[in-house]
């Protein structure tokens, strides 16, 4: 799924740890005995004011978007004006931030604030790279605003490892001029509608529904909410429930309402096999409203995934972690007025965001535009994958591998199921 923080580049990532894992044990021997380079770390003293004279190192994957660089400046001037703290951001592209903190994290430049995507969070506490801010959290008075979902995406080992920034979920987009001349009114809300309407807007070189099934995180995380969907979940793949979503899944392949094709294709390449009309219904995020609005030359909208035995979507988003070396008081104070909702509001929907939080839920801003508002509605159901452990990277290969299985012909669905529910079971974490 290109939900942020989950999209193909974790084959880099995952790569990347490898190398970077004896790079971060030699860096934290050295922090031990009292060396390491401190230039990532924040510095803080008092003013005769009163206010903090501190400056935090903020990283970010937001890229050098004007609009997103003001919003985001304005933030940090009035935090300054209010705080004496002052923000140094760095941002990088998001194909490249992974690498960039996993080299920092090796190498001791960790920043203060960096922003990660939720399925991470688990690997940085267990590493020991960011601080447990369980006290912070509780303390704090925005922690019961928080949608629970959202919040347990930095929930791991009975600790708070962060808290969420920018949230969002999976939806459906459809082609309505293709609904219309299929003869179909409404979107469809269930397993059944789903397969029907498929059937009945596949035409020619048009698929009636297509979502990313390849050999990544992309394929994983797209299979996950039909997982959830038939009353499965990852720590249990091997039963009946997963045996269902697979035979769910490969259904629309089998009677060519979707391509074969879709276990090479990634989220880009179902959003642009849309945008061409060769594929009336895509799974994919909000991350693709700006393309389609752009892009499109036809009438299209976004209504939530149809529902199996229970409604289900993928969580992605990225939440604010902060250092373990950080001025924890000055880091905290940022936090706070980052997360205060009249900033968010302003920072997190300029950047795609979702409402994650119960006070922000009837805020129309977050809402405004085509295909919003179910994504929105989505939110309250969908899923985060930081509750499978560090080793959700591993856990993710055998599921997309899989899917894969099933999709090619190679194995039945039981068969693949009961294959990767034996190599998930010591991935995950001890409960």
Not at 53 to 61: F, K, R
Not at 180 to 192: F, H, K, M, N
Not at 291 to 303: C, G, K, M, S, T
């Amino acid at each position: 799924m290109k939900v942020r923080g989950s999209r193909s580049e974790r084959r880099r990532w995952r790569a990347t740890w490898l190398v970077a894992l004896a790079m971060l044990a030699a860096s934290m021997l050295l922090a031990a005995c009292g060396g390491g380079d401190d230039n990532s770390s924040s510095s803080s003293t008092s003013g005769s004011s009163g206010k903090q004279s501190a400056t935090i190192q903020w990283w970010d994957s937001y890229g050098n978007i004007p609009e997103r660089n003001k919003a985001l400046q304005e933030v940090f001037d009035q935090i300054r004006a209010d705080t004496g703290v002052t923000v140094k951001r760095t941002t990088f592209e998001y194909g490249e931030f992974r690498d960039k903190l996993v080299q920092a994290a090796a190498t001791g430049q960790f920043p203060d604030i960096a922003f990660v995507d939720q399925g991470d969070v688990p690997i940085y506490a267990d590493q020991g790279i960011i601080s447990d801010v369980t006290d912070k959290v509780n303390a704090w008075d925005g922690k019961d605003q928080i949608l629970p979902n959202i919040l347990e995406a930095v929930h791991y080992k009975d600790r708070y490892w962060g808290v969420p920034f920018l949230t969002n979920a999976t939806a459906m987009f459809y082609n309505v001029e293709q609904f219309r001349a299929a003869g179909i009114a409404q979107p469809p809300t269930t397993w059944d509608e789903l397969s029907a309407d498929a059937k009945k807007l596949t035409r020619g070189s048009t698929s009636g529904f297509c979502f990313a099934a390849n050999a990544n995180e992309e394929g994983s995380s797209v299979f996950e909410p039909f997982l959830w969907q038939a009353g499965g979940d990852v720590p249990t793949i091997g039963d009946q429930a997963s045996i269902d979503a697979l035979d769910f899944v490969n259904s629309f392949v089998k009677d060519g309402t979707a391509p074969k094709s879709i276990l090479s294709w990634g989220q880009n390449d179902i959003a642009n096999q849309f945008i061409a009309r060769n594929c009336s219904m895509m799974v994919n995020g909000p991350w693709e409203l700006g393309a389609l609005a752009e892009q499109a030359r036809f009438d299209w909208d976004v209504a939530p995934m149809p529902r199996g035995a229970q409604a289900a979507s993928s969580l992605g988003g990225e939440q604010l972690v902060i250092s373990k070396n950080a001025d924890m008081d000055a880091a905290w104070t940022v936090a706070e007025q980052v997360l205060d909702p009249a900033v968010i509001g302003r920072v997190a929907i300029s950047l795609g965001g979702l409402p994650n939080r119960k006070d922000t839920e009837s805020d129309p801003a977050w809402t405004t535009g085509k295909g919003r508002q179910a994504f929105a509605d989505s939110v309250q159901y969908a899923r985060p994958r930081s509750v499978y452990g560090p080793k959700y990277n591993q856990i993710s290969e055998q599921i997309w591998t899989m899917v894969q299985n099933v999709l090619s012909g190679t194995k039945s669905s039981a068969d693949a199921a009961k294959e990767a529910g034996t190599a998930i079971q010591p991935l995950l974490p001890a409960s």
